[in-house]
């Protein structure tokens, strides 16, 4: 058996047979560390006649069995609950709550739950159990970084887990490398050696990964190529609401999203969004009502627009919850295709708890506010409007346009403003060719 020398950029995975100054694919600095490999000859010798088992579609296999979680909504949005065997992350900024999740979600799994951690004392984390109210006696602790004595304590275990938790990733090591812990080498032998195990006792895995301020998984993608689904862990930050988003699932769709406030109880999930997120609305000059799409979700949300008179020289715009460059936008458009005196005032557009929104169908919305808020008139009656706005002022189809009407609808909204081309099987709506329709919706205009 011979060896082979390898060098890997500790800074995001690179590899190269030959040793680096710089880092060709990141840049970073110094950033080569050796490895060695064994290499097999007589082996490789004998695997280039091996051959491989062509299997056929027909072929029965097994549906995946389901573990299912204590929250409803955190198993809906991983299609029913975490595989037997699969590998989970679950990554986001410290301090967002991945702990109290996976503390809670713990309560109710079926079976033995393990729970290994190298960032917390037994104190914190039995603390933590007691504040969320949860006592179970299927819930073991490991209070360890050692990837290699946690997998010889599964190994050695009369108990076999159905979930284990390891948090967090970063914090873990292997002697068998000279790293030190939360390094790229040490976060990507550790996740392998531990995802090993787990395929082979069919054991779930779900390991909790720290994200940089980039809002990468620290240790780069590899993280994410190892594991078969990705949680993404995002603070909503005006509105202090936690948001989860499936971003890789290797056993169905990820579009899926919860929302989740951070309470003195744990994490509840915000059941009734248009409550939630409507509470506050009332038809005055300036607020618009629309349906976003996240994910696959679809919210209510409520734009506010506040347009007037600057106070310093040069007009101020400030916006919070919807980009900056859709409200320039479409106050150019209302400037120049309708001769709105608009240009010169302070405009201020909000979101209802400054949700952050990226779906382009609320153009319509902000530009019905900014009318209102100008003219100084509300909006004829309640109203709700779906639409994106072109640089020539014409209103653009949007996706899913029957579910947001639906829930405009169940809203009891009657003032439904949708783009004209998306009117035609659409009945009780008020169709939208371009913003010169919009204004004219404004009495006395
Ligand atoms: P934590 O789960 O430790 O974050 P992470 O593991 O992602 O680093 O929790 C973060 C914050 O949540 C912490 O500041 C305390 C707060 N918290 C609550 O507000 N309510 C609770 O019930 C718990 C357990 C934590
Ligand atoms: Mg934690």
């Given amino acids: 058996m011979k060896t082979k020398k390898y060098f890997v950029c500790n800074e995001c ?66 299609n029913g609950g975490f595989v037997k065997g699969g590998i989970y992350l679950i990554s986001g900024e410290p301090g967002i709550g991945k702990s109290t999740l996976i503390s809670q979600i713990s309560k109710d799994i079926d079976g033995f739950v393990l729970y290994a951690t190298g960032e917390e004392s037994k104190t914190q984390v039995i603390q933590r159990y007691k504040r969320l109210n949860i006592e179970n006696k299927n819930i073991g602790l490991i209070f360890e970084n050692d990837i290699d004595s946690i997998i010889n304590t599964i190994s050695k275990s009369t108990k076999k887990p159905s979930v284990v938790f390891i948090d967090s990733i970063q914090t873990m090591k292997s002697d068998e490398f000279d790293s030190i812990a939360g390094s790229i080498l040490q976060v990507r032998e550790c996740s392998k050696k531990i995802t090993n195990f787990a395929k082979n006792n069919d054991i779930t895995i779900v390991l909790i990964g720290h994200v940089n301020k980039e809002g990468a998984v620290a240790g780069p993608k590899i993280l994410e190529h190892i594991v078969d689904c990705v949680i993404q862990f995002d603070l909503e930050k005006t509105s202090g609401l936690r948001m989860v988003r499936i971003t890789k699932n290797r056993y169905g769709p990820t579009d899926e999203i919860i929302l989740l406030e951070m309470t003195s109880k744990g994490l509840i999930p915000i059941e009734n969004m248009n409550e939630f997120f409507l509470n506050d609305y009332s038809n005055e000059s300036g607020n618009t009502l629309t349906i976003i799409k996240e994910g696959n979700k679809l919210i209510p949300i409520e734009i506010q627009a506040l347009v007037s008179k600057p106070v310093y020289g040069t007009p101020r715009r ?128």
């Avoid at 880092?23 to 970073?28: D, I, K, L, R, T």
């Avoid at 088992?53 to 029965?60: F, H, K, Q």
């Avoid at 909204?413 to 939208?432: A, G, H, Y």
């Fill in 318 to 445: 400030i916006t919070s919850g919807v980009p900056l460059d859709r409200v320039l936008m479409i106050s150019a458009v209302l400037s120049k295709k309708l001769k709105m005196p608009i240009e010169s005032k302070d405009i201020f557009v909000s979101t209802s708890g400054g949700f952050k929104i990226n779906d382009s169908a609320i153009d319509l919305a902000i530009a019905n506010s900014l009318v209102s808020s100008l003219l100084e008139m509300p909006p004829l009656g309640p109203t709700i409007a779906i639409g994106e706005i072109g640089l020539d002022g014409k209103i653009r189809s949007v996706s899913s346009i029957e579910k947001r009407i639906e829930i405009s609808k169940r809203l009891g909204m009657e003032n439904i403003l949708i783009p004209e081309k998306n009117s035609k099987k659409v009945k009780s709506c008020t169709p939208i060719k371009n913003i010169n329709e919009l204004v004219k919706l404004f009495k006395g205009v």
């Fill in 13 to 78: 995975g690179f590899e190269s047979d030959k040793w680096f100054a710089k880092c060709p694919s990141c840049n970073s600095i110094s950033s080569a560390v050796e490895f060695t490999a064994d290499i097999d000859f007589k082996k490789n010798k004998k695997t280039s006649k091996t051959t491989s088992e062509i299997t056929y579609l027909d072929e029965e296999v097994s549906i995946p069995v389901r573990i299912k979680t204590s929250i409803k909504e955190f198993n809906d949005s991983i």
